[in-house]
């Protein structure tokens, strides 16, 4: 009989040989228990209602309803089960899906037996764990979007951020025009925008502000 510290797992992917490998691997742990197992998201669902696991490794890709659906519809129905997605496919857009869907970890197939028994143990605990090579992904990721969703001083336009990169370069109004090969007119212009959008009185205190927010 099954004891309360026990981890319950379920097992979904839909290779026999696979799910027979991870299965003995789990029967031979002490504390470990394959409670059950599916070759495809709907039985994964179904499964994982009737059984309620504590943590379910799934698999991506199987015919019918794929992993990141049936995670989704469990975490959805059954929150506290831990979903930890076990998987030969790295790409940027099924890890941010499965994330998105509530997976709370994400390994690859190759990863070794000692680290899909730290991920069940993690996971059983209310933690998240992503393999070495995913983590590094999502720092990689999350840096670039941040970069990207969040240029210094927004308020400005696209083409005065341009300008004030050029003053925070040191250059003149007739060579800021010469580089962005507009007139010296419409330099004045947008120099005249930033100041009173940046709150600054002249080109020195711009200057500042832009080498402090990294342009130049």
Request: aromatic content about 4%.
């Amino acid at each position: 009989m099954t004891n309360s510290d026990t981890t319950r797992v379920l097992i979904v992917d839909d290779h026999t040989p696979f799910r027979e490998g991870l299965r003995a691997l789990l029967n031979s742990i002490p504390g470990m228990e394959a409670t059950g197992e599916a070759a495809n998201g709907e039985d994964a669902i179904r499964e994982a209602a009737r059984v309620q696991p504590d943590v379910i490794l799934m698999d991506l890709q199987m015919p019918g309803v794929n992993g990141i659906e049936a995670t989704r519809r469990i975490h959805q129905s059954s929150p506290h089960i831990g979903v930890i997605i076990l998987t030969m496919f790295e790409d940027d857009d099924s890890v941010f899906a499965a994330m998105r869907a509530g997976a709370r970890g994400y390994l690859l197939k190759g990863a070794d037996q000692a680290e899909i028994l730290r991920a069940i143990h993690s996971v059983r605990n209310g933690e998240a764990l992503f393999g070495p090579g995913i983590a590094r992904r999502l720092i990689n990721l999350f840096t670039q979007t941040h970069s990207e969703s969040a240029p210094p001083f927004p308020e400005l336009t696209e083409r005065e951020r341009e300008v004030l990169d050029q003053l925070a370069r040191g250059l003149s109004n007739t060579e800021i025009a010469a580089t962005l090969v507009i007139s010296q007119k419409t330099v004045r212009n947008h120099v005249s925008n930033i100041f009173g959008k940046l709150q600054v009185v002249d080109r020195a205190q711009a200057i500042i502000r832009a080498r402090k927010a990294g342009l130049g």
